[in-house]
């Protein structure tokens, strides 16, 4: 099977927008969707909430003043006090309470708005995924392509809980105490604050993108690692056949131990950060302080204009230094969710045309018109390629690696469009009609069928979920699985383990078979479905898939060439085109590639060697 040539990763096709702001734009339509109505009212109220509990906040600081005021016998500029000073205490007390109890009833109103976007965003991506074409998921690494995903949702979500609500209240609040200053203390309390501010955020934000750097350096070697421990595992039969544990884990390490200098420069960058933040902090609330004591003395500020002014400073001081923290997050929510938008960004390579009708296929004949492909430009595959597959005919596809044979299957399939040519389905260019229909069209059975780690049943039914056990059942008789299922501790709820490595390849080859047999389809591919598999249950196989093929247009992609002496129709592939086509006898007679071939691997001597299951029974031997 060729592999796929291309100049383009999947890195190189994961590309963040420009800047934060088109990635906020991004999250927006998820807060405000058209037409859901619910959740803009949901939205409004929250920020309704928002802005009481932030007035409640802002007020409480003077309930204490004017409270201290009374126990100290001044009433300053406040004039009478009505309520005393246990009533005023108590005012505070239910200010404090009723400020965390809209924060919180603001957090409960809100937190399905969060989540409903965070749903919608995650099956956004995942339909995204199975969007895009066959050559980017044969480029891409699942490993790395799962912490974008994981790292974007989760930016996702911390944007939304803190932005909304740590950033914007803050600015509220920020707001509303300089104002107050400037109009109880004057202009000089308010420039004090506005200065240190200012300092601070400016600092924050200097230092957290020059952080920032050396933080996507660190997710970049934590992604490596995490993909060379993935794909590691993937391949742990291959490792152990290699006695290559050590050579693994040396290799897992190199990529931890360049994480490890990340995550060391991370470290250290923060404390940095976390110093200067705390010097202009202190700073500012020391002037503000020496500024309120010095008016206490000279008689223009009571007591409690003191502790006001304390408590308006430590009330400011508390969420500006959680700011750090929230900005540098935020920074980095925002880079992992460009990556993420990034990828929602890569289009589909292959799309159906405008008011594509579905695929119809009342007989079933397939046509390939002089069809040119090439994964690269630069290397073609199949140069002018023409056959017809009549209703209900087998026909073959035989060659030396290379030669394009399973590259006509994922053509058919439209994994890829052709670079000219044509192929039809009973008179239908498959490019102008919807993929979903032609899909449905057409079942392949590979060379390798992989399952899903779940049990015998689900991954038969998946064939056609609508069939019921019933169906299933059915169709694993005619695969001639069923005694086999029914044999296993658990019947058909037994677990196949991830890719199905629980059972042998014969056993797999026939679940495979099975809900293919459930789909239905009016076109089978059988691209080598028994090339990896011994003689003996080879042949089995083939009874199988024989049976399958009554009725239906099939296309089989074969190596051995036993399997396809009965074919209708047999096209020998050389280097992308037709070099022999005829009948198993007539191509025999030719004298031609399919004779040589033919007369080589009837000579081979094939040893027969049954394998065991690996559900419940006894496992294969050595």
């Given at each position: 099977?060729?592999?796929?040539?291309?100049?383009?990763?999947?890195?190189?096709?994961?590309?963040?927008?420009?800047?934060?702001?088109?990635?906020?734009?991004?999250?927006?339509?998820?807060?405000?969707?058209?037409?859901?109505?619910?959740?803009?009212?949901?939205?409004?109220?929250?920020?309704?909430?928002?802005?009481?509990?932030?007035?409640?906040?802002?007020?409480?600081?003077?309930?204490?003043?004017?409270?201290?005021?009374?126990?100290?016998?001044?009433?300053?500029?406040?004039?009478?006090?009505?309520?005393?000073?246990?009533?005023?205490?108590?005012?505070?007390?239910?200010?404090?309470?009723g400020s965390v109890f809209f924060g919180e009833l603001r957090d409960w109103v809100f937190v399905r708005v969060g989540q409903r976007a965070l749903r919608k965003l995650a099956y956004e991506t995942f339909t995204h995924i199975h969007r895009l074409s066959l050559r980017y998921h044969i480029t891409r690494k699942t490993g790395g392509l799962s912490r974008i995903i994981e790292r974007g949702v989760k930016g996702v979500d911390f944007l939304l809980r803190f932005m909304l609500f740590s950033i914007i209240p803050l600015i509220l609040e920020l707001t509303m105490v300089s104002v107050i200053f400037a109009l109880y203390y004057g202009l000089t309390y308010m420039a004090v604050v506005l200065v240190t501010i200012a300092a601070y955020v400016t600092y924050t934000f200097k230092i957290t993108e020059w952080r920032v750097k050396i933080r996507k350096a660190m997710n970049d070697q934590d992604t490596d690692a995490n993909q060379k421990a993935i794909d590691s595992?993937?391949?742990?039969?291959?490792?152990?056949?290699?006695?290559?544990?050590?050579?693994?884990?040396?290799?897992?390490?190199?990529?931890?131990?360049?994480?490890?200098?990340?995550?060391?420069?991370?470290?250290?960058?923060?404390?940095?950060?976390?110093?200067?933040?705390?010097?202009?902090?202190?700073?500012?609330?020391?002037?503000?302080?020496?500024?309120?004591?010095?008016?206490?003395?000279?008689?223009?500020?009571?007591?409690?204009?003191?502790?006001?002014?304390?408590?308006?400073?430590?009330?400011?001081?508390?969420?500006?230094?959680?700011?750090?923290?929230?900005?540098?997050?935020?920074?980095?929510?925002?880079?992992?969710?460009?990556?993420?938008?990034?990828?929602?960004?890569?289009?589909?390579?292959?799309?159906?045309?405008?008011?594509?009708?579905?695929?119809?296929?009342?007989?079933?004949?397939?046509?390939?018109?002089?069809?040119?492909?090439?994964?690269?430009?630069?290397?073609?595959?199949?140069?002018?390629?023409?056959?017809?597959?009549?209703?209900?005919?087998?026909?073959?596809?035989?060659?030396?690696?290379?030669?394009?044979?399973?590259?006509?299957?994922?053509l058919l399939f439209r994994f890829y469009d052709i670079s000219a040519g044509s192929i039809r389905i009973d008179g239908q260019d498959i490019r102008q009609v919807t993929q979903t229909s032609l899909h449905r069209s057409i079942g392949v059975v590979p060379q390798d069928t992989v399952l899903f780690n779940d049990t015998v049943e689900y991954n038969i039914a998946y064939g056609n979920p609508d069939e019921g056990q019933e169906g299933v059942i059915r169709a694993a008789k005619a695969a001639r699985i069923h005694d086999f299922v029914t044999s296993l501790p658990d019947g058909y709820a037994a677990k196949v383990g991830e890719r199905g490595l629980k059972l042998s390849g014969g056993e797999k080859q026939r679940v495979g078979i099975a809900r293919t047999l459930l789909k239905n389809p009016p076109i089978l591919v059988l691209d080598e479905a028994t090339s990896a598999l011994d003689t003996q249950t080879e042949r089995d196989i083939q009874e199988s898939l024989n049976a399958m093929g009554q009725g239906r247009s099939v296309i089989t992609i074969a190596h051995r060439l036993s399997t396809i002496a009965d074919s209708d129709l047999i096209l020998v592939l050389e280097a992308g085109e037709v070099a022999e086509r005829g009948t198993h006898d007539e191509l025999l007679a030719l004298g031609g590639r399919y004779a040589a071939m033919w007369e080589r691997q009837s000579a081979e001597e094939v040893e027969v060697a049954p394998e065991a299951d690996g559900l419940g029974r006894a496992p294969a031997k050595g």
């Open positions: 099977m060729r592999r796929v040539t291309t100049s383009a990763t999947s890195e190189d096709m994961v590309k963040a927008p420009a800047n934060g702001w088109q990635t906020m734009k991004r999250v927006a339509p998820y807060l405000w969707p058209e037409g859901e109505a619910w959740v803009k009212r949901r939205v409004i109220l929250a920020l309704l909430l928002l802005l009481i509990s932030k007035i409640v906040s802002v007020y409480t600081p003077w309930l204490y003043k004017v409270a201290v005021d009374a126990l100290t016998g001044e009433t300053g500029k406040d004039g009478v006090l009505l309520f005393g000073a246990v009533g005023l205490t108590v005012a505070y007390g239910f200010a404090r309470m595992l993937l391949n742990y039969e291959t490792v152990k056949y290699f006695s290559a544990e050590a050579r693994e884990a040396a290799r897992y390490d190199r990529a931890m131990g360049l994480y490890e200098q990340a995550a060391v420069k991370t470290g250290q960058s923060l404390s940095m950060l976390n110093v200067g933040q705390n010097v202009i902090i202190t700073t500012g609330l020391i002037a503000v302080m020496v500024m309120s004591a010095m008016g206490v003395q000279q008689g223009r500020f009571t007591v409690g204009d003191f502790v006001m002014v304390n408590a308006y400073m430590m009330q400011i001081t508390l969420p500006l230094g959680f700011l750090g923290t929230v900005y540098r997050e935020i920074r980095q929510a925002l880079v992992d969710m460009g990556e993420m938008f990034g990828l929602l960004s890569q289009p589909a390579e292959i799309v159906d045309a405008p008011n594509a009708p579905d695929l119809k296929v009342p007989a079933g004949e397939i046509a390939f018109d002089n069809v040119h492909f090439a994964y690269d430009a630069n290397r073609p595959i199949l140069k002018g390629v023409s056959f017809t597959v009549k209703p209900g005919q087998k026909v073959a596809l035989v060659g030396s690696s290379g030669s394009g044979k399973s590259t006509i299957g994922r």
